[in-house]
Structures are given as structure tokens and as C-alpha cells.
């Protein structure tokens, strides 16, 4: 059964960092890409980021690309999701997937930018 759990999410200052964390289970890992979206309120569910199976390729969004970073531990089962310089319009849920075929998504974290 895939699962995949997201952590690390709460309140950051505007220019604040904060790191998240995505748990897998139920499937090989470490032969997938791995993606982080986000979905901010009243808005669609918008790509964030992606890393390739070995880490070694990754995709950001024009507008997280420079302040956020996406890489993976393949021996821990983990994507992670390092973001910096915050903007209030970073506020969201972000949420995990895995695209295995069929896409498997996490339940989401939530990410307060506020002073």
C-alpha cells in the first residue's frame, strides 16, 4: 500500500526558511520521481517541484525556482523540500506525489507565511 506522509509544515516569518519532508512507503523509492505541489487558498493545485529517480535531475517552478530546493534520500525513503527567502504567496498546503503510473499523493502540510 503506498503511502507517503508530509512534515515540517507551520508558521514562517516572510524571508524565513523552513524544510519539509515526505515519508514513502509500500513502493520501491528509489526508481521513481518524486514531485512536490502546492495549493494555495481558493486556488488550483500548482507544481512545485521535481527530482528524478537518483536525484541527479530536478524541475522547479518559475516561482520558487532560486528560493527553494528539492532532493531526495534514497536509503531513508525520503523527498524533502528545503525552502527559503518565504513570500506570503508561498502560503499553501504542499503535498507530495509519486508517480508511479498511477500518481499517489500525501495529505499535505500546511505553510503559513505571516509575520
Known amino acids: 500500500q503506498v503511502q507517503l506522509v508530509e512534515s515540517g509544515g507551520g508558521l514562517v516569518q516572510p524571508g524565513g526558511s523552513l524544510r519539509l519532508s515526505c515519508a514513502a512507503s509500500?513502493?520501491?523509492?528509489?526508481?521513481?520521481?518524486m514531485s512536490w505541489f502546492r495549493q494555495a487558498p481558493g486556488k488550483e493545485r500548482e507544481f512545485v517541484a521535481s527530482?528524478?529517480?537518483?536525484?541527479?535531475?530536478?524541475c522547479y517552478s518559475d516561482s520558487v525556482k532560486g528560493r527553494f530546493t528539492i532532493y531526495r534520500d534514497n536509503a531513508k525513503n525520503t523527498v524533502y523540500l528545503q525552502m527559503s527567502s518565504h513570500k506570503p504567496e508561498d502560503t499553501a498546503v504542499y503535498y507530495c506525489?509519486?508517480?508511479?503510473?498511477?500518481?499517489?499523493w500525501g495529505k499535505g502540510t500546511l505553510v503559513t507565511v505571516s509575520s
Open positions: 506525489k509519486a508517480s508511479l503510473g498511477k500518481d499517489y
Open positions: 509500500g513502493f520501491t523509492f528509489r526508481i521513481y520521481p
Open positions: 527530482i528524478s529517480r537518483a536525484g541527479g535531475s530536478t
